[in-house]
């Protein structure tokens, strides 16, 4: 691991941050509202959060690097917000049919492309 690596994972578990809404390694084009939480010039390691949907934006790591940050990162999560590992779940099927059904009515142009 590299010392710019180390500072930066280190600096997320000592402040308790986790994300369920995922990691990045480039600029949202959508203009989400960004708010930098870590800069270490000497590293070159930038990390952005976006509150409003819960996700990271990480610059200055590799891709070795960044697998591994982002591999620390979701292993912070605790578990009764790991939403993703149940959505093959038996149980939660008509949950995520629903909700996909509803995701159609509101916008139906967004699934265009799978239906064809």
């Known amino acids: 691991m590299s010392e710019k690596l180390d500072k930066a994972i280190e600096f997320i578990k000592s402040k308790g941050i986790y994300v369920i809404g995922g990691i990045y390694g480039c600029r949202n084009t959508v203009g989400d509202e960004m708010t930098n939480i870590y800069h270490d010039a000497e590293g070159g390691v930038d990390i952005d959060i976006c509150y409003n949907y819960d ?6 790591l ?17 578990d009764e917000e790991r939403w993703w590992e149940h959505l093959n779940d038996d149980e939660n099927e008509d949950k995520i049919e629903a909700a996909l059904q509803l995701c159609r009515e509101i916008n139906p142009d967004f699934f265009k492309d799978d239906e064809e």
């Open 55 to 60: 996700y990271l934006e990480v610059f200055g």
């Open 62 to 78: 590799n891709d070795e690097e960044f697998k591994e940050f982002s591999a620390v990162c979701h292993s912070l999560v605790p």
